[in-house]
């Protein structure tokens, strides 16, 4: 549940450019959301609308050829966008930590798995129970033994089996499914505010996946933090999330609560999502019961990036000639937390 309306994140119209050979691609067209504290947030929408870029520009980890262009970010009373990069990798890993999907991309091959969260809880918070001073005195071994009890205590949390032993095991000596652990582990080493989630649990079978989601939710709530999760599954959502962005090339076109989303869908995109939800271990795939692409970043339609797929739009021609076509539009106030982008509810409600 949503014990406040205490915001964590504050997403205010980010813009993502890729600067690419084949022209630039405008991956992000304003992105807006609050992240309320305590809550667990899905991020869902189809293959390519800018769910992993609007993540990775909350961490600052967008690369070349990407630029953020637009947009504040802030976290508590200070825009992540401004901060300097000392201060952008204090924030990464120890209020903001990051689960990705292929643990094998993000875990160090050469260094043991119990080393490797060992690292994140020096790194973070010092050696447990001891001042500086004091750490500065401790013998390495001495180091290495408290570390050590800590590191079990974390592969404990995330429920590793035999997690004594498994400090000094290597990532490929572990299942994809422990190696998923090890990650998560690693994001709560640091205790963080915020854990972002992205896609963590699709490579792994359904079994697996369910087990991994249920600890991501049971985490969350015992360790009172704040969970963005990032999925194209409706189904994975309607379990673990509280509330729901729906994005659509870019844009976001409808924030609820889960319960509201899926009972009162406004924006003609979300009704056309919700009649493909696919189960749990489908593929990824574009949506059928959707006529239409998605659009072309590098040439995206003005105004709603909807508009050529929307039976609204078709249905009012004169709003889609004079909006829809033209500028994109607010989210605007549907309900309690109920935010929606649609010229033509627009205008239909009077708004
Ligand atoms: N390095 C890059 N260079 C060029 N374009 C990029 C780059 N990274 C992302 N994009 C573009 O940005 C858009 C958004 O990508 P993003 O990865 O956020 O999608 P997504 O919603 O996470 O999709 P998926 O569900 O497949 O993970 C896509 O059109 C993608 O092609
Ligand atoms: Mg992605």
């Known amino acids: 549940m949503i014990e406040s309306q205490d915001t964590v994140l504050e997403l205010r119209d980010i813009r993502v450019h890729f600067f690419t050979y084949d022209g630039v691609v405008k991956a992000l067209d304003g992105i807006t959301f609050d992240v309320f504290k305590g809550e667990s947030l899905g991020l869902v929408g189809e293959t390519g609308c800018g769910k992993s870029v609007t993540v990775r520009s909350i961490m600052r980890l967008i690369e070349d050829p990407g630029k953020i262009v637009n947009g504040t970010i802030m976290y508590r009373d200070k825009d992540i966008l401004q901060m300097d990069e000392e ?107 915020v854990m972002i989630a992205d896609e963590a649990t699709t490579a792994l079978d359904v079994t697996i996946q369910a087990q991994i989601l249920k600890l991501l939710q049971n985490l969350k709530d015992d360790l009172n933090t704040t969970l963005i999760f990032v999925t194209h599954n409706l189904g994975i959502i309607a379990e673990m999330c509280d509330r729901v962005a729906i994005f659509y090339g870019g844009q976001v076109v409808e924030v609820a609560p889960t319960k509201v989303i899926f009972k009162e869908p406004i924006h003609p995109y979300t009704k056309g999502l919700l009649k493909a939800i696919p189960l749990l271990h489908a593929p990824k795939e574009t949506l ?16 709603c990036r909807f508009n050529p797929r929307c039976y609204l739009a078709e249905k009012n021609p004169e709003i889609k000639e004079s909006h829809c076509i033209v500028t994109k539009p607010d989210l605007l106030e549907y309900g309690s937390n109920h935010l929606v982008a649609c010229h033509v509810r627009a205008k239909e409600q009077n708004k």
Not at 289 to 301: C, R
């Open 87 to 193: 201060d952008v990798r204090k924030l990464r890993g120890k209020k903001i930590a990051m689960i990705f999907q292929d643990p094998m991309t993000f875990l160090n091959p050469l260094i043991t798995v119990g080393e490797q969260v060992a690292e994140v809880i020096l790194l973070h918070q010092g050696l447990p129970g001891l001042t500086e001073a004091e750490q500065e005195k401790v013998k390495k071994d001495k180091m290495q033994e408290i570390l050590k009890e800590e590191v079990v205590k974390v592969f404990e949390l995330v429920r590793l089996p035999d997690a004594a032993s498994l400090y000094t095991r290597y990532p490929h000596e572990l299942s994809g499914g422990m190696r998923q652990r090890v990650m998560i582990a690693m994001a709560i080493a640091s205790n963080p505010d």
């Open 288 to 303: 059928d019961s959707i006529p239409g692409v998605v659009p072309n970043l590098v040439n995206p339609p003005g105004g």
